[in-house]
């Protein structure tokens, strides 16, 4: 009795335990299951915002959206199924079988229910004649889509970069959706800006994922243009002056706004975007005169003359020089009996600095700058805009390097030499500025004032300019400096006199040209005999604002191995100023 007693008790336990799980489940959590159910039952669709254009500053388009359709295959096809759609796309379009199939099968699983995208762009008019026939099959849905494409090409390369597929590196939720973002330039400085904002749509489905009702609409943020202040028509102009040349340009008003920037070779941003083959990117990877690298904010090189304004600026300001101050050149200036020349062989005799800006006398400046010491120089240079990022609107800018004596000890634990104060002091040496930085340290020679270099226009803020203490303090030196650089262009001795004098526009300029120090060894070692000595041709300068008593505009050109700077980079800058004065950028 006692047994039949045991074995009840457990029979009622158990069950008992079974009725209160069975109560919790469809009672108690019933709200939970509930909301579980409606979670499996409403489905967040995502609507991809179209990305925003890139304008010029008359509204010209720079980047724009090629409109087309994508093709997309349904999920959890067997093969055979599989093939026979595959068959259908390929009979209409140049398309790879063997892709679309790999493609699918990477992205397709038990748990999607979505359709393949297997071919994210066909343009409109290749799609047109074959959308009727694709959409009555039900394993293949068309969808609209866009493809970024670049009209100018090559010409606008450095300044707009380009898109491509997100990788993961960043996160964005944005891009991580419609897999593209803004790789370089002023596409990936605004990306943000210009991807706009996710839309959606909750929907209602079945478990067989058929659609039932919309429950909720959120409309995407999208078609954010983007207006910059670049002339195409102007940099289309420059991009041609610089055929069969290699080097860099820069437009700019004084007030920062930049109407063209150039680095010659470009390549085509096009490629990118759906993807660029191993030997396209090898031809642009190995190209000698570097077509990727952006020179007006990326190429370092030394400025050579260019730097006299600045340098003497500092014998100003540490109180070595004034402007009737006299050097007597040699042109054979030695310090523990290693020369120093002047490029003049004979010498420019009794020079003062008006003399040194004008006809570019070295040992003037060997001279006063071993009074005014590389720390100083160094500090006065850094405040005027050189050895430091301008603040321009692209990723990634350059500093360049202005080196005085804690540098080389940081950098290469070794003790800075008199010898290494004079190169300096003729910008050769350990110095390296940037295309952007001259310009910007040129109009601040031209106005007293840095600017901060732009291509979007704010309306309600378009650029920042700040006015120099060092200028303020030194307005004798900021004269001397002006006059001197007018005559470079305009006294018949100066070194821009022949090569400007075809320019419409009256200009202030100075010439430099830059020994090339090294050459790295790998593409020496790729290099012919002929190009060697090609690639050891000193890098052609001339700086220059305009006009003379109203500065408007800076123009900036720097040719790679040009040799002289006012015969190789003079012609360029005088067509420029002519074409801005004839389009009403300049007037006098």
């Known amino acids: 009795m006692t047994r039949y007693k045991i074995v009840l008790t457990v029979f009622f336990i158990v069950w008992l335990v079974l009725l209160v799980r069975v109560f919790q489940i469809s009672v108690g959590h019933g709200k939970y299951y509930e909301t579980l159910a409606n979670k499996n039952m409403v489905k967040k669709e995502w609507i991809l915002p179209i990305r925003g254009e890139i304008l010029d ?6 980047a724009i959206n090629k409109i087309g359709f994508s093709i997309n295959i349904a999920p959890h096809l067997d093969d055979k199924r599989l093939q026979k759609v595959i068959e259908k796309i390929t009979s209409r379009f140049a398309l790879e079988a063997k892709k679309i199939a790999k493609r699918y099968k990477q992205k397709n699983s038990y748990y999607n229910h979505d359709f393949i995208e297997v071919k994210s ?9 074959h959308i009727s026939v694709l959409e009555r099959e039900e394993n293949i849905k068309i969808n609209p889509s866009t493809l970024r494409y ?12 380009y898109v491509g597929k997100y ?6 939720e944005v891009a991580k959706i419609t897999q593209i973002i803004g790789k370089n330039g002023l ?3 605004y990306n943000d800006y210009l991807q706009g904002e996710l839309g959606y749509k909750l929907i209602k489905v079945t478990a067989s994922n058929e659609q039932i009702e919309t429950l909720e609409y959120q409309k995407p943020v999208e078609n954010r243009s983007l207006q910059i202040t670049v002339d195409s028509r102007l940099q289309e102009y420059i991009h041609e002056l610089f055929k069969d040349k290699a080097g860099a340009a820069v437009v700019m008003k004084t007030n920062g706004e930049l109407l063209a920037s150039v680095s010659y070779p470009s390549y085509d941003p096009n490629m990118f975007v759906t993807g660029i083959s191993q030997k396209q990117w090898d031809e642009i990877r190995f190209d000698f005169d ?10 370092m090189y030394p400025p050579g003359s260019v730097i006299k304004m600045g340098v003497g600026l500092a014998m100003f300001d540490a109180g070595d020089i004034n402007e009737h101050t006299t050097t007597y050149c040699t042109s054979n200036f030695k310090i523990n009996d290693y020369p120093f020349r002047c490029w003049k062989e004979e010498g420019h005799g009794k020079t003062d600095f008006n003399k040194a800006i004008r006809e570019s006398c070295d040992d003037y400046f060997y001279k006063n700058s071993i009074k005014t010491g590389i720390n100083k120089i160094a500090q006065v240079l850094r405040s005027v805009g050189l050895g430091e990022k301008t603040g321009v609107d692209l990723p990634n800018e350059s500093y360049g390097t202005i080196p ?4 080389k000890h940081r950098r290469y634990n070794q003790r800075w030499y008199m010898g290494d104060t004079v190169n300096s002091s003729i910008g050769q040496g350990y110095m390296l500025v940037t295309p952007l930085q001259i310009a910007k340290h040129t109009a601040f020679l031209a106005t007293d004032a840095l600017p901060k270099p732009s291509y979007v226009i704010n309306k309600e803020n378009n650029t920042t300019v700040v006015q120099s203490e060092m200028a303020e303090r030194n307005p004798r030196a900021m004269e001397a400096i002006r006059k001197a650089m007018r005559e470079v262009a305009a006294h018949h001795k100066g070194t821009a006199y022949w090569y400007t004098r075809r320019s419409k526009v009256d200009i202030a300029a100075k010439t430099g040209t830059a020994q090339v120090v090294s050459i790295p060894q790998d593409e020496k070692e790729r290099m012919k005999e002929s190009e060697l000595e090609y690639y050891h041709r000193s890098h052609a300068w001339l700086t220059s604002y305009g006009p003379y008593d109203d500065p408007q505009v800076v123009v900036t050109v720097m040719v790679e191995h040009g040799g002289h700077g006012g015969q190789a980079a003079g012609p360029m800058v005088s067509k420029i100023y002519n074409w801005l004065l004839k389009q009403g950028y300049i007037t006098q």
């Open 167 to 172: 990788g993961g590196k960043v996160d964005d």
């Open 57 to 62: 500053r008359n509204e010209e388009p720079l």
């Open 187 to 189: 596409e990936k400085q």
């Open 150 to 161: 670049y009209p100018h090409g090559d010409a606008t390369a450095h300044i707009l970069g």
């Open 404 to 407: 005085d004596i804690p540098w």
């Open 290 to 299: 570097h077509p990727f690298t952006n020179k007006f904010i990326n190429g």
């Open 121 to 129: 762009f066909i343009s409109y008019d290749a799609m047109l004649p």
